[in-house]
């Protein structure tokens, strides 16, 4: 491991903003049964102070370096923003730029995305972003939109809670288009071409990038985008 990888480990253990429980504990009664964290039902207390107990909390999962998380927050200071990722080295850039910039609503949770329900309480997030996430072409209960995951976020997204999945991905948007149909859920957005077209998108949606969204649109690749109700 490079000294600069065991640097930001370092760091990121002073970073008040950013959560890294121990998988063990999570993982101490078994997999199919997940020992809940004490933050579950307590974000907006322990790591958000300020303003109302049932603000509201959207989530960014498979976040990486944070970057989207932090812009999203930043735009809108009415809310607050959790970005999960499981590496570590990628969020101590989220959560170092969170900190130096005293950024009041936004938190980094470092975590396998399997395991998020044992830190969110039943109705304690309102919307779920999932940008540029694995299409994962060999393994659809592993992609992040499948009926296997969406059955994880019912546990704590509130009623009329929404995601949001912006992709390079035909496969993923395709799929994803299927599966909502297969559920019956209701699509709010839905676009196989962001920047080529005029599709009425929610605030930020073409704004908002990511360095990996940056670098498809400077390959000319298309970005998809699509939203909907997960009741």
């Not at 073409?206 to 360095?211: G, K, L, M, P, W």
């Amino acid at each position: 491991m490079g000294h600069d990888k065991l640097r930001r480990f370092a760091e990121n253990e002073t970073f008040s903003c950013l959560l890294q429980p121990s998988a063990s504990d999570v993982l101490a009664e078994g997999y199919f049964n997940l020992t809940d964290h004490p933050v579950k039902g307590h974000w907006n207390g322990k790591f958000f102070p300020q303003g109302a107990p049932d603000r509201g909390i959207v989530l960014e999962l498979g976040c990486g370096k944070g970057e989207y998380t932090i812009d999203l927050a930043q735009r809108d200071p009415s809310l607050n923003y959790i970005g999960v990722d499981i590496k570590g080295a990628r969020l101590w850039k989220g959560a170092k730029y969170a900190t130096e910039n005293g950024l009041p609503n936004v938190a980094f949770l470092r975590t396998r995305i399997e395991f998020i329900p044992a830190f969110f309480a039943p109705g304690e997030v309102s919307e779920i972003w999932l940008t540029f996430s694995d299409p994962q072409p060999k393994s659809p209960n592993a992609r992040l939109t499948s009926p296997v995951f969406l059955d994880r976020y019912r546990k704590f997204l509130k009623p009329g809670g929404i995601v949001h999945l912006k992709t390079d991905s035909v496969l993923l948007h395709e799929y994803t288009r299927e599966v909502c149909a297969a559920q019956g859920l209701r699509v709010l957005c839905c676009t196989d071409d962001l920047y080529g077209s005029d599709a009425s998108v929610p605030p930020g949606v073409r704004e908002v990038q990511t360095f990996y969204e940056k670098m498809f649109l400077e390959k000319g690749s298309k970005i998809t985008y699509m939203s909907f109700v997960l009741d």
